[in-house]
């Protein structure tokens, strides 16, 4: 009896180190998150501002140049981001205070995940702006929802499926808005001209 109680105590521990693990992991994704906002938020701003002064001259060429060199960035940004996450995962959960190795393990495959799942959340930040500076603002709309809404229900349905693919949640959830994304843009027959 006494046996079983200690395997049952056991097994309760190695799920809270694994709990705590994945919860220390999580938090170093979204602290990673903090540093795309970063690049998402002043790209958006000098978009919005520079693209709306363009928009109100009508300047069509002014735009493109803008919305270029807009992308540009966020690519340059983005890549060089990924790259050194990808490299050495390890010297990132560092930075944010991983000293413990199942810790540091445990945030390898987390983080070069979610490095890769915000290339896509980058571009479809941006591209909202985009919409919103040719006056599609029921897309900009949509895919400000989508944004917010898409992910929660990915995690659940993963979770209960294969929580095993758990880090892949933000991925899938982030791929998924892209389609739906491109299908109304489609579907609506959706033209970036200047009203």
């Known amino acids: 009896m006494y046996w079983k109680k200690n395997v049952h105590f056991l097994s309760i521990m190695q799920d809270v180190t694994l709990f705590t693990e994945c919860i220390f992991a999580f938090a170093v994704c979204m602290n ?5 906002n970063l690049f998402i938020s002043g790209t958006c701003q000098t978009l919005q501002s520079l693209g709306a002064i363009q928009v109100g001259k009508h300047n069509v060429e002014g735009l493109q140049t803008v919305l270029r ?4 960035f ?11 996450v990808w490299i050495d ?8 205070g991983a ?4 810790y540091i393990a ?20 941006v591209l909202m702006i ?15 929802f989508a944004l917010s809404l898409t992910v929660i229900p990915v995690l659940w349905i993963i979770s209960k499926t294969s929580p095993s693919l758990l880090w892949y949640s933000y991925l899938i959830a ?9 299908t109304l843009h489609k579907w609506q027959h959706i033209r970036f001209k200047l009203q």
């Open 32 to 36: 990673l998150l903090q540093v795309y």
């Open 69 to 72: 060199k807009s992308f540009r």
């Open 74 to 84: 966020i690519t340059i940004a983005v890549t060089i981001t990924c790259l050194f």
């Open 89 to 96: 995962p390890q010297i990132i959960a560092a930075i944010f």
């Open 99 to 102: 000293n413990n190795p199942d």
């Open 106 to 125: 445990e945030t390898d495959s987390a983080l070069r995940i979610f490095a890769l799942s915000f290339i896509p959340f980058c571009y479809i930040y």
């Open 130 to 144: 985009v919409y919103k500076l040719h006056g599609h603002h029921h897309m900009a709309l949509f895919i400000s």
């Open 174 to 182: 982030y791929m998924i808005e892209a389609v739906l994304i491109f």
